[in-house]
C-alpha cells in the first residue's frame, strides 16, 4: 500500500551535486521517519542520513556528514537528500526508506517497513 519512489540520480564528478528525492504514496507522513541508505558492490548497506517527519531532526551517517543534506517538504509527502561535494566514494545504489510511528530513526536496517527501488549514484571524473 505505501509505496517510496527515488528518482534524482546519476553521474556526477567529483565535487559536483545532486538532490535525490523520495515520493511516498499510500501514507501521508507524520510521525514517521525517512531514511537513506547506500550500497556500493561488495560493501553492505550504510546509513547515510535520516529525518524525523515531525521534529524535522536530522541524523547522517560519520561519512557524509557535512557534505549531504535530508530534508523534507511536508505538502508533496516528499523527501530529499542534497549530496553536495561528491565524492567517488560515494558511488552507489541509494536507496530511500520509510520507518512508520517513529521519531527518531535506528540505523539497522531491519527497523524500516518500506523501501523504494533504489536509484544510481556514480561519481567519476
Known amino acids: 500500500q505505501v509505496q517510496l519512489v527515488e528518482s534524482g540520480g546519476g553521474l556526477v564528478q567529483p565535487g559536483g551535486s545532486l538532490r535525490l528525492s523520495c515520493v511516498v504514496s499510500?501514507?501521508?507522513?507524520?510521525?514517521?521517519?525517512m531514511a537513506w541508505f547506500r550500497q556500493a558492490p561488495g560493501k553492505e548497506q550504510e546509513f547515510v542520513a535520516a529525518?524525523?517527519?515531525?521534529?524535522?531532526?536530522?541524523y547522517y551517517g560519520d561519512s557524509v556528514k557535512g557534505r549531504f543534506t535530508i530534508s523534507r517538504d511536508s505538502a508533496k509527502n516528499t523527501g530529499y537528500l542534497q549530496m553536495n561535494s561528491l565524492k567517488p566514494e560515494d558511488t552507489a545504489v541509494y536507496y530511500c526508506?520509510?520507518?512508520?510511528?517513529?521519531?527518531?530513526?535506528?540505523?539497522?536496517?531491519?527497523?524500516?517497513?518500506?523501501w523504494g527501488q533504489g536509484t544510481q549514484v556514480t561519481v567519476s571524473s
Open positions: 526508506a520509510a520507518e512508520i510511528g517513529s521519531y527518531y530513526p535506528p540505523k539497522n536496517t531491519d527497523e524500516y517497513d518500506y
Open positions: 499510500g501514507r501521508t507522513f507524520t510521525r514517521d521517519v
Open positions: 529525518i524525523s517527519w515531525r521534529l524535522s531532526s536530522t
